[in-house]
């Protein structure tokens, strides 16, 4: 089981390219993972089996792993059967959908978590969309509470950067769980700013893994200046 401790105050990369895309594939995001840790993160989160194996046996750090199913409602880590897969393919954290919505496989979220533990020693990011999925994922045993779907659940709006009046609600509501922020933060400032309102540690995504996008963040600016 990883120590939490190595993860205050520092950065986690999240390494994920979409259905489709050129870099799809797991050892190419293997050695993004690898660069980024080259970086400084101190942590990783991939997305899919093979990418959680093979970032596994390409990292020292800690891997949060997640298997996307579908894209509308739960999707992230949807089911038990789901979880219990990153698991067994290495994850040291699985990452799940932590909301309170119904789930593919009908279980409660505190089923799922339980269902993980029975078999593995895994530890469990909640992936939240607001306060009160966040307190329920605490109930239901959650070890981390990431903001990762805060804006996209339609509890919270969608903020053009992280949503920083969340995180400072949960950290006023003194979980006694580490607060990871995660969404839309694109720049260093972002990135602190988050930490300054009370997050444990911070994932970046797109902005530092996802080339496409980034690029089309500067065509947009030379072509519409
Ligand atoms: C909502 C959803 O599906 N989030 C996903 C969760 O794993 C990823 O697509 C994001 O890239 C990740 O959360 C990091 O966020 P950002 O790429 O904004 O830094």
Known sequence: MINLESLRGRLIVSCQAYPGEPMRDPHTMSQVAQSAVIGGAAAVRVQGLADIEQTREAVEVPVIGLWKDGHDGVFITPTLRHALACAKAGAHVVALDGTRRHRPDALTLQQTIDGLRAESDALVMADCGSLDDALAAVAAGADLIGTTLAGYTGEREKTVGPDLELLEQLSAADLGRPIIAEGRIST??????????????????????????????????????
Do not use: K, L, Y
């Open 188 to 225: 260093p400032d972002q990135a602190r700013q988050a930490m300054q309102a009370g997050a444990f540690a911070v994932v970046v995504g797109t902005a530092i893994t996802h080339p496409a996008s980034i690029t089309g963040w500067f065509v947009n600016a030379v072509e519409a200046p």
